[in-house]
């Protein structure tokens, strides 16, 4: 009696006595939906803020959206190459919960080396700042150290470049404890060369006069603050690359495992927000999340999917690009982008309603060209949102991209077509065979529906005649036991 009490308690049992009705579990959210439940569930929202004007005796942490200012250098290519480039801009700091103000563009020979802006227009920015009330600058390029330092001490506010603003959209979205530590790894990377003092009484632990008499025991130079903070950095990425080296391991192990059991590998790589995620749910009903934001996953998923004449091969979803992704990101992610490099086919998936769809394909296979095992990898270029794409781009993509597929994620047009492209472009593992399978090995047959492609079978009076395509362990099994029909 406590039994059935106790069992009574658990909200998480399935009642037995009653017929289970699978209908009342359609409605449930999938794995994605929570997680982006979960990441939507507190939003900052502009414009809704009663903020005190005259606050004098304490700081005022402001809660509300950034505002900022972004600041691009047009050094090469069209004008509108360096919109569409600042528009990419704008997109992530959107994404890393801020709102944009203003949005310059600086026609120059190449970044100045002081300010990256120079002198004049940095001036122009610190009026442009003060007048709109920003509170950052966010400027399209990797900034050196000395000009971080010197555009703040003109705009008096805080200035961030691209790659930090990435890194940032990186912090914010990775969830699994690989993607973390990786993140962290790529982040202390960056800060390491950046890393300067704040203050005078901050600079240096020193001793004796100098130190206006600490006394005995902090006598001489001693070390420098900024100098023990990179010692403590570089500990923590020495133990993080340790860390991260250990899950590689584990995702080495997870593919050597696939590899032995001879699946074909598919690896969907492509520039970010293109539509990775939604194809993969569209192709396996995998339940990923899905976001229209930048980098809305990191972390790798994969699934096992079947082509149209039923061969079994794996689905991967890797992290999305972006034009000029930073080094210590692809350093850090290379374990990840190992995916793409054992994979059999590579589905690059590119937005069709992007202006300018041919750099995004420029800029995924700039990165994927650093991946050694990924250069002989054929490629199969899918063109998402065909629903919302000019036709004009659609039929330029389709004129100079060979193989090339147009798909809709969203509605699910030209999934098949993909589906029958994949089959085709994969590589052939398995072998024909006819033979005489005897009946006490049924085993046998089920493998062969189950990993294999059967063509025919026929039932004898001595045993199952089996004409099928297998991988090799099912043949070398069925070689043993089983017996050419042409000698039967």
């Not at 050094?75 to 801009?89: P, R, Y």
């Not at 979803?317 to 086919?345: C, K, M, N, Y």
Request: some cysteine.
């Amino acid at each position: 009696m406590t039994h059935t009490n106790h069992a009574s308690e658990r909200s998480d049992d399935i009642d037995t006595r009653e017929p289970l009705e699978i209908d009342r579990f359609d409605d449930l959210p999938e794995i994605g939906e929570m997680d982006l439940a979960e990441r939507q569930a507190l939003r900052r929202v502009a414009g809704l803020s009663t903020e005190l004007q005259d606050v004098t005796e304490v700081e005022y942490r402001r809660l509300r959206l950034e505002r900022v200012v972004l600041v691009g250098v047009w050094t090469s290519g069209t004008a509108t190459d360096a919109e569409n480039s600042l528009l990419e801009l704008k997109l992530l700091a959107e994404t890393a919960g801020s709102e944009v103000l203003e949005g310059l563009i600086q026609r120059r020979q190449k970044p100045d080396t002081a300010t990256y802006i120079g002198s004049g227009k940095a001036q122009e920015l610190a009026d442009i700042v003060e007048a709109t009330g920003a509170d950052t600058v966010v400027c399209d390029g990797e900034l050196s150290p000395g000009q971080l330092r010197q555009l703040e001490e003109v705009v008096k506010v805080k200035v961030i470049d691209r790659t930090m603003l990435i890194l940032d959209i990186f912090a914010q979205h990775a969830k699994s404890r690989e993607g973390k530590a990786q993140v962290e790894l790529a982040q202390l990377n960056y800060l390491l060369p950046r890393l300067r003092g704040w203050g005078g009484n901050l600079s240096r632990q020193v001793g004796g006069r100098a130190a206006n008499g600490v006394g005995i025991g902090g006598r001489g130079p001693g070390e420098t603050k900024i100098e023990l903070d990179r010692r403590r950095i570089r500990e923590r990425m020495a133990k993080l690359r340790r860390q991260i080296g250990e899950m590689t391991t584990a995702r080495e192990t997870k593919r050597a495992r696939r590899l032995s059991r001879e699946v074909p590998a598919v690896a969907i790589a492509g520039y970010t927000n293109a539509g990775k995620s939604s194809l993969l749910n569209r192709l396996t009903s995998a339940g990923v999340l899905v976001e229209d934001a930048l980098f809305a996953t990191l972390d790798p998923t994969v699934r096992r999917a079947h082509t149209p004449d039923g061969r079994l091969f794996t689905l991967a979803d890797t992290v999305g690009f972006v034009r000029h992704l930073p080094h210590q990101l692809v350093e850090a992610f290379r374990s990840t982008l190992e995916e793409i490099g054992d994979a059999d086919l590579i589905l690059h998936v590119v937005d069709g309603s992007h202006p300018d769809p041919e750099s995004q394909l420029a800029a995924v296979r700039e990165v994927v060209s650093e991946i050694e095992s990924a250069h002989d990898i054929p490629e199969i270029v899918v063109v998402n949102k065909a629903d919302v794409a000019d036709p004009v781009v659609l039929a330029q993509l389709e004129a100079k991209e060979k193989p090339i597929v147009v798909v809709s994620a969203r509605t699910g047009a030209g999934i098949d077509e993909l589906m029958a492209l994949i089959e085709r472009e994969l590589p052939r593992f398995d072998q024909e065979v006819r033979l005489l399978v005897p009946y006490q090995r049924g085993d046998l047959i089920s493998r062969a529906h189950r990993e294999g492609e059967v063509l025919g079978i026929e039932h004898t009076g001595d045993g199952t005649i089996l004409h099928a395509r297998v991988l090799p362990s099912l043949f070398a099994e069925l070689e043993r036991t089983a017996k050419p029909v042409e000698t039967v």
